[in-house]
């Protein structure tokens, strides 16, 4: 089975129904565990000046840009995800319902590997279906 067909098999008609961030961000959708680096959305911006000009506390955390995507994730939860693609980069996108969108990029630095989907939550070297370890390097675990 090919990368995004998997992704699409496991994830489109499901919903992130919880997640949690520190090293990586874990996005519990439908069973499955979807684990990266970083994740990206437009909304960023807005959000980081909102904080930045409203939330007292928002320059002295040390992982700032947590605020935000913490925000939009939770805004994405309990959205069905209903298209998601891969750019030739390996760069995971998801769309949800509303055109609300997320990406999963392949471009962190100082890492051994990028995003992975699988059943458990651990790094790919441990388990996964589906996972990406470095730009344009996308496998697909047979067993």
Known sequence: MEALEM???K???SFISRFSTGDTWDLY???YWLTAHDIISE???VLDTLFKDNYIYFESTV?????????I?????RREIISVELDNLGNLKIEFG??????LPTNVGIVDWQWCLNETGVDPYQNYLVACFSEGK??????
């Open 73 to 77: 994730v939770a805004a994405a939860m």
């Open 138 to 143: 996308i496998q697909v675990n047979e067993k």
């Open 63 to 71: 992982d700032k840009e947590c605020i935000s995507k913490s925000a």
């Open 7 to 9: 992704l699409r098999s």
């Open 43 to 45: 909304d960023e911006k």
């Open 11 to 13: 994830l489109i008609g």
């Open 29 to 31: 959708i439908g069973g």
């Open 98 to 103: 509303n055109n609300f969108k997320l990406t």
